[in-house]
């Protein structure tokens, strides 16, 4: 149990363009998930914290309007990555807590955006 | 808000050695530690986690230790495997409907033959 899925795993672009990255909870209903962003050899950084159903909340220093989320059901988010550039080639990494009152959190595979 | 320190940034045991990862968090408040196994190119798996409420938790070769005290949580493998090789991560939340993961800087594990 407590799986998520994320797609596309890796994803090339060119410059200037957006690129979506889409992230499911498989078997359990996500009230909250999380977006991070991992640079090599790095550690998560939190991006922003998604709910179902409302407005995002991002972290200091991370462009919402760039980093466009949506989450729309109990079992998917999105994040866009509008107007990409290549500062913005990283892992993107999602995770899912399917409680509130429960703080686990499971992460997905994550998606490796590479722009050109 | 939380700062999670991690030692030490590598490690390099033999085959069926034991391995210690050391963490410490600032916030007193922080009740929830979990730690994550990242291999290479693929997103943290949780492996083991302690609630405030414990100072340890075992789970076949994989212990946790909790002092709340010191604000320091450590995690054991014992009798290490080759496939323990990977970069492993704590973190630590204060429960509640804001809960957020406050990483560590991660450990990288290498288990030799």
């Known amino acids: 149990g407590a799986v998520v899925s994320q797609h596309p795993s890796r994803v090339i672009c060119k410059s200037g363009t957006s690129v979506k990255i889409e992230c499911r909870s498989l078997?359990?209903?996500?009230?909250?998930m999380f977006w991070y962003r991992q640079f090599p050899k790095q550690s998560l950084m939190l991006m922003a914290t998604?709910?179902?159903?409302?407005?995002?909340?991002?972290e200091q220093g991370v462009e919402k309007d760039k980093f466009l989320i949506n989450h729309a059901s109990l079992t998917l988010s999105t994040l866009t990555v509008t107007s990409a550039h290549p500062e913005d080639s990283s892992f993107y990494i999602c995770?899912?807590?399917?409680?509130?009152?429960?703080?686990?959190?499971?992460f997905g595979p994550g998606t490796r955006l590479l722009v050109l | 808000g939380e700062n999670v320190e991690q030692h030490p940034s590598t490690l390099s045991v033999q085959e069926g050695d034991s391995a210690v990862i050391k963490c410490t968090y600032s916030?007193?408040?922080?009740?929830?530690f979990p730690w994550y196994k990242q291999e290479l190119g693929k997103g943290p798996q949780l492996i083991i986690d302690?609630?405030?409420?414990?100072g340890e938790k075992k789970d076949q070769r994989i212990a946790v230790t909790l002092n709340k005290t010191a604000k320091h949580f450590s995690l054991h493998i014992t009798e290490t495997q080759p496939e323990d090789s990977a970069v492993y991560f704590c973190?630590?939340?204060?429960?509640?409907?804001?809960?957020?993961?406050?990483f560590g800087t991660g450990t990288r594990l290498q288990v030799t033959l």
């Open positions: 916030d007193s408040a922080s009740n929830y």
């Open positions: 995770s899912a807590r399917a409680d509130f009152g429960v703080e686990t959190q499971y």
């Open positions: 078997d359990f209903q996500a009230t909250t």
């Open positions: 998604s709910n179902e159903g409302s407005k995002a909340t991002y």
């Open positions: 302690i609630r405030s409420n414990v």
């Open positions: 973190a630590a939340s204060i429960s509640g409907t804001a809960s957020k993961l406050t």
